[in-house]
């Protein structure tokens, strides 16, 4: 089974090569923004119990976070793998889903990293802000606080997967299929 860490900065195109990814591999797309959405939504248990956190402005523990994963890990029991995106964010939770995955005897095959310089990453949201009228892409300071919430909480979940021999760096420059490219030589690589 081949399961994948997608990683990188907001703005380094992780929407865009999952789907090439998900496309070639057949994986299956397992987005945490996704499934708090259709759990709170729907109103579900584990979207009731999120909630109460988050009404209070606390993050959701990730044993909530957890949960939610295997509802939607069971509901595909016939998947050739999946592709993580959103999770983890901290190593706390990379070490929870290693432990998930274990109880299902699977492993994360590799965390796939896009390395693109922050200049770009500011670059390419500008562009994605026009492009598709996210506000949240058009305000620099928006931008400055992401990319650094990114650098100081998200960015340490690397070195989990560095000491695991899971971690790949992928330069995040140059075209798209070049990027996907990349990112193809290092899957099939594994």
Same mark, same amino acid.
């Given at each position: 089974m081949l399961n994948i860490v997608l990683f990188g900065p907001p703005g380094a195109g992780k929407g865009t090569q999952s789907e090439r990814i998900i496309e070639?591999? =057949? #994986? $299956?797309? #397992?987005?945490? =923004?996704d &499934?708090?959405?259709y759990n709170l939504k729907e109103g579900t248990e584990l979207g009731k119990l999120a909630k109460s956190y988050m009404d209070k402005g606390q993050l959701v523990? %990730?044993? $909530?976070? +957890? @949960?939610m994963l295997n509802e939607s890990v !069971? *509901? @595909?029991?016939?998947a050739k793998g999946f592709i993580f995106d959103g999770f983890p964010r901290t190593k706390a939770q990379a070490a929870a889903l290693d432990n998930f995955l274990e109880s299902k005897s699977v492993d994360v095959t590799a965390m796939i990293a #896009? %390395? $693109?310089? !922050?200049?770009? #990453? *500011?670059d390419r949201l500008k562009k994605r802000a026009l492009a598709s009228g996210r506000t949240d %892409?058009? /305000?620099?300071? +928006? &931008? /400055? @606080?992401? +990319?650094?919430?990114? *650098? /100081?909480?998200?960015?340490?979940?690397? %070195?989990?997967?560095? $000491?695991q021999g899971k971690f790949h760096s992928i330069n995040g420059l140059g075209s798209i299929d070049e990027i996907t490219t990349r990112i193809f030589t290092v899957i099939d690589s594994l």
């Open positions: 070639k591999y =057949g #994986l $299956v797309h #397992l987005s945490t =923004g &499934i708090f959405r523990p %990730d044993e $909530v976070t +957890i @949960n !069971e *509901k @595909n029991p016939a #896009l %390395d $693109v310089p !922050e200049e770009e #990453l *500011k %892409d058009a /305000n620099p300071a +928006i &931008i /400055n @606080n992401r +990319i650094s919430v990114y *650098k /100081n909480e998200t960015a340490p979940v690397k %070195d989990f997967y560095q $000491v």
